[in-house]
């Protein structure tokens, strides 16, 4: 990677310190780190949960309609 300063007079302090962000950055970019893999609807939490029984006369219907 080459460097070009256009303009202005920076000291090796602060050259230093953009290389260290630009190393940084392309570091990061490079290596995204591990993926979590994608699961479906059915590994969702709340599918966990269970609806309240419905009560009632026509309790034994409704239990059977989505919701």
Do not use: C, F
Request: hydrophobic share 40%; net charge positive; proline share 10%.
């Amino acid at each position: 990677m080459t460097i070009k300063v256009v303009r202005g007079n920076p000291s090796a302090e602060e050259l230093a310190a953009v290389l260290v962000l630009l190393s940084a950055t392309a570091t990061a970019a490079a290596d995204p780190g591990p993926r979590r893999p994608r699961t479906g609807a059915w590994h969702a939490p709340h599918r966990l949960l269970r609806r309240p029984h419905a009560y009632g006369l026509a309790g034994w219907q409704s239990s059977s309609l989505p919701h």
